[in-house]
């Protein structure tokens, strides 16, 4: 006969070895499907981009980009979607594109969707993080149509930063969340991706500068530096660095090679002097210079 105290210690052992698997990202937290269905906004200057997860599976996700005038463009993508887990996977089937005139006259056409018609994420995934939820991208393209790194990266580099997610209503797609309770970002972050998070800021020092070789305006890339932190120190592909609040400089860095010991980096954004030899930077955006 099977006594209570072995039936509470077969439960407490269950627990365990589930509380296990979920510190080492074996588990993720799920999310119930009721609240990733709905819809989610992102706006931006002069436009907006909108996603609805319908309950019958389909969606729509619209595209809107407005003049300085009354005219303006829409870009809608319908199809069906998919939800495995926190996943979300889209099938879009058509393009409709409408222009909107001054004069309020506006033209539509209907197209078949082909991928060289419409920038668009075929796979987003739902984070749910302190009572709201994220949808997040791995592709190296932003939802403005732009390349650039993955929604995770740059999710992550804001939480490094001490940014807290600052302009979230730009950069992803965001939702209040009744059952996203986990205040740890580590808690529901995919394993892969738990690495980038940081346990401490790391500081630096750049040890190296020298001209970027190409004309590049559009991305505002000053300068290739190497800074004397590495992979040992938890720096990674995409990471960004910041010079420190009373460095000679004002500078962005993002890490594009990691070796043990030091990483290479652009300088992308250079508001009073272009980076030196000796400059401070760390991934902490506010911290100061010691």
């Known amino acids: 006969m099977i006594t209570k105290n072995y ?31 709905g819809k989610f906004k992102i706006e931006g200057f002069n436009t907006k981009v909108e996603l609805e997860l319908k309950e019958n599976g389909d969606f729509s996700r619209k595209k809107i980009i407005w003049s300085s005038y009354r005219g303006g463009t829409e870009e809608e993508v319908i199809g069906q979607y998919k939800i495995s887990g926190n996943d979300i996977f889209f099938t879009p089937t058509y393009i409709i594109n409408t222009t909107y005139f001054d004069d309020a006259r506006k033209t539509s056409d209907t197209l078949k969707y082909k991928e060289n018609l419409a920038v668009f994420r075929k796979k987003l995934t739902a984070l749910g993080w302190n009572h709201k939820i994220y949808l997040l991208s791995e592709e190296n393209i932003s939802v403005w149509g732009d390349e650039s790194p993955c929604d995770f990266i740059k999710f992550i580099n804001n939480v490094n930063s001490g940014g ?51 004309d590049d305006e559009y991305k505002d890339i000053k300068s290739v530096v190497i800074i004397n932190k ?26 594009i ?16 002097e272009p980076c030196k030899k000796g400059t401070k930077v760390s991934t902490f955006l506010y911290r100061e210079a010691k």
């Open 7 to 37: 039936i509470f210690y077969y439960i407490f052992i269950c627990l365990l070895i589930f509380y296990s698997f979920r510190l080492s990202g074996q588990i993720s937290v799920s999310i119930p499907e009721k609240e990733i269905t």
């Open 257 to 272: 090679e990691v070796t043990g010991n030091s990483s290479e980096g652009y300088s992308t954004v250079c508001i009073s």
């Open 164 to 214: 807290k997610v600052q302009f979230v209503n730009e950069l992803f797609w965001i939702r209040r969340c009744k059952s996203c309770y986990y205040s740890e970002l580590s808690d529901v972050l995919p394993p892969k991706w738990k690495y980038y998070l940081l346990k401490k800021p790391v500081d630096a020092e750049i040890i190296s500068v020298e001209k970027y070789p190409f």
């Open 230 to 255: 590495g992979e040992q120190d938890g720096l990674k592909p995409g990471m960004k660095l910041y010079g420190l609040t009373d460095a000679d400089c004002d500078c962005d860095l993002e890490i």
